[in-house]
């Protein structure tokens, strides 16, 4: 099944590593093809909107390797915030995400 394929049917409450690791990889390779189309604009690496951007990307990358570490330490899908687990449908959209919704509004407050 592909990683953008909508699912039909029941969904499972929990995704297996292998799906995990599926959806990580492909968040991964659109950051990277991301990061190489706005190498290739060919603008100055000082202008300002760009630099946002790659540290954007950066970020989520960073992000990434580290839901990565969690799938391996068996945490995954766990809120770092409450410890509660993160909703399904949450880690269906972003699959890198530490929190849950209430964690991350308090996180970015």
């Known amino acids: 099944m592909s990683v953008d394929?909508?699912?039909t049917g029941p969904r499972p409450e929990r995704m297996t590593a292998p799906d995990?690791?599926?959806?990580l990889e492909h968040a991964r390779s659109?950051?990277?093809t991301q990061l190489r189309a706005l190498d290739e604009t060919g603008q100055s690496?000082?202008?300002?909107?760009?630099?946002m951007q790659r540290g954007a990307i950066a970020r989520v990358l960073r992000?990434?390797?580290?839901?990565?570490?969690?799938?391996?330490?068996?945490?995954y899908g766990t809120c770092?915030?409450?410890?509660?687990?993160?909703?399904?449908?949450r880690l269906e959209i972003l699959p890198y995400t530490p929190y849950c919704v209430a964690c991350q509004?308090?996180?970015?407050?």
């Open 30 to 32: 659109t950051r990277l």
């Open 45 to 51: 690496t000082d202008d300002h909107l760009m630099s």
């Open 63 to 75: 992000e990434i390797d580290d839901a990565f570490a969690r799938v391996e330490d068996g945490t």
């Open 80 to 89: 770092l915030g409450c410890a509660e687990p993160v909703p399904a449908e």
């Open 20 to 23: 995990v690791r599926r959806r």
């Open 5 to 7: 394929a909508p699912l």
């Open 105 to 109: 509004r308090r996180a970015a407050a």
